[in-house]
T-cell receptor, first 116, second 112 residues
Framework: EAGVAQSPRYKIIEKRQSVAFWCNPISGHATLYWYQQILGQGPKLLIQFQNNGVVDDSQLPKDRFSAERLKGVDSTLKIQPAKLEDSAVYLCASSFNIGGATSEQYFGPGTRLTVT | GQQLNQSPQSMFIQEGEDVSMNCTSSSIFNTWLWYKQDPGEGPVLLIALYKAGELTSNGRLTAQFGITRKDSFLNISASIPSDVGIYFC????????????FGKGTLLTVNP
């Protein structure tokens, strides 16, 4: 079974530029998550989708971050404009949460963003 | 928000030694997950626990869901160099709608 796919793996941009990350979850997984991981910390949830609807985006800085999952499969996360403090690894995860079957989340390899 | 206290923050051990790490919370959790993260990679799920008191093994790894539902531990027996990495606990608080809370991680270094 293919895992969670993410691209790009690395991105370097200057502050005030925009950037987009792409994620394709494990086939059949209804729930998709975007996390931000600052060096030395655990992942922090940015947004959670159930199919193509947003379940939780309470920690998403909505003035600069946006995310969509239009067809309920793959998703994009965008930052515009980027700030220095956005330098982090952006992780995508998915889980098969239908009817409470499981809460196990499977992560992609992440995108390491450096803002200069 | 929910807080998970993971300890120790880091460990330096000799190959062949056993190691133990744990997570505690002031809140009750429905699920505990343990992940390992290698440099430059995403976290990989090691063990999932769903019932209070549950003890689950995955090779040399053993994890338990605490009876109080507020803690969990992970043991690694007979450590080997490839065990090096950061281990994260993650818990699913009651009523969280699948929103995991992560610990800050335990950095494990194994000296050959």
């Amino acid at each position: 079974e293919a895992g969670v796919a993410q691209s790009p793996r690395y991105k370097i941009i200057e502050k005030r530029q925009s950037v987009a990350f792409w994620c394709n979850p494990i086939s059949g997984h209804a729930t998709l998550y975007w996390y931000q991981q600052i060096l030395g910390q655990g992942p922090k949830l940015l947004i959670q989708f159930q199919n193509n609807g947003v379940v939780d985006d309470s920690q998403l800085p909505k003035d600069r971050f946006s995310a969509e999952r239009l067809k309920g499969v793959d998703s994009t996360l965008k930052i515009q404009p980027a700030k220095l403090e956005d330098s982090a690894v952006y992780l995508c995860a998915s889980s098969f949460n239908i009817g409470g079957a499981t809460s196990e989340q499977y992560f992609g390899p992440g995108t390491r963003l450096t803002v200069t | 928000g929910q807080q998970l206290n993971q300890s120790p923050q880091s460990m330096f051990i000799q190959e062949g030694e056993d190691v133990s790490m744990n997570c505690t919370s002031s809140s009750i959790f429905n699920t505990w997950l343990w992940y390992k993260q290698d440099p430059g990679e995403g976290p990989v799920l090691l063990i999932a626990l769903y019932k209070a008191g549950e003890l689950t093994s995955n090779g040399r790894l053993t994890a338990q869901f605490g009876i109080t539902r507020k803690d969990s531990f992970l043991n690694i027996s007979a450590s080997i160099p490839s065990d090096v990495g950061i281990y994260f606990c993650a818990g699913l608080p009651v009523g969280s709608n699948y929103k995991l809370t992560f610990g800050k991680g335990t950095l494990l270094t194994v000296n050959p």
